[in-house]
């Protein structure tokens, strides 16, 4: 597929979230300006199975890409399901979910790999993208946790993936948890405090309340996930969607219609001893 024109004018206003700019990975967080979608999807929707014009969203994806720049071919998507099942990819499932969504890779919540130049992508709107890099072994995985993967350990599965595959020990890890619903403004009803104290009693330290209503702290939950898995360089970016959704697509401020924005890492094949 040939990628749409791009001007100067669009490049200019594509501001991302970058981080580990010390390491050879390329990585971070888009936001919701500075691409071509319009309404509720406004600008920078990069999901295909939301409603949006699909036209616009390639578009957006050519645009993501040139800033990137990342070949297509080695970029990767996954058809997230709110689940914990985490897939090794390696360049063979480059362009999956790239241009449709039917060739995503299946079924699956976190993507893991130790090759450079493909880029793991996972797509949020309140959920929590979890980005994991080891240094030592070269490995890297993208992680979708909404309070389902959270309880379930979408994260888990993608760190036992990396060992498994690669080697990777979790001291080795570093983590960043990425922009989602906030303490702030995630109330929650009976059947997720439910879940919590039925799947993963150790995250009930996140259940609060304030008044009548019972609030879930998705990023205290997932720093309790990765701490308990012997992670402890991690840093919470403490941004939330709901707060800010001018700044980044939110599911609930905009009642169930919108965008969604990328967590995204590639290794790019400088050598680091970390």
């Known amino acids: 597929m040939h990628l749409p024109a791009q001007t100067d004018a669009a490049a200019d206003r594509f501001p991302m979230i970058r981080i580990w700019e010390e390491y050879p990975v390329t990585a971070g967080f888009t936001v919701r300006q500075g691409g071509f979608s319009r309404g509720p999807y406004a600008a920078l929707n990069l999901a295909l199975h939301v409603g949006d014009d699909a036209a616009r969203v390639i578009q957006n994806r050519a645009l993501f890409f040139r800033m990137l720049q990342q070949d297509p ?11 914990h099942r985490a897939v090794v990819v390696t360049s063979r499932e480059g362009g999956a979910g ?4 039917a060739d995503a890779i299946a079924r699956c919540d976190a993507l893991v790999c130790g090759q450079t130049g493909v880029l793991l992508n996972i797509l949020v709107a309140d959920c929590v993208p979890i980005l994991l890099y080891d240094p030592v072994h070269n490995a890297v995985a993208a992680v979708h946790a909404g309070w389902r993967g959270t309880v379930s350990g979408s994260v888990d599965a993608a760190v036992a993936s990396m060992r498994m595959a690669f080697g990777t020990l979790p001291h080795q890890i570093l983590a960043v948890v990425g922009p989602s619903i906030g303490p702030c403004c995630y109330a929650v009803g009976s059947s997720v405090a439910q879940a919590v104290q039925e799947q993963a009693s150790f995250l009930g330290a996140a259940l609060g309340w304030r008044g009548a209503t019972q609030y879930f702290d998705l990023w205290m939950a997932n720093r309790l996930r990765l701490n308990r898995l012997g ?5 919470v970016l403490g941004q939330c969607t709901f707060c800010h959704s001018d700044q980044y697509f939110s599911y ?3 009642n169930g219609t919108c965008g969604r924005m990328a967590g995204f890492i590639r290794m790019d094949g400088r050598e680091t001893s970390g």
């Open 73 to 83: 071919k080695q970029a990767i998507f996954a058809e997230q399901v709110h689940g």
């Open 231 to 235: 992670i402890d360089r991690v840093q």
């Open 252 to 254: 609930r401020a905009s």
């Open 98 to 101: 790239v241009w449709q969504t």
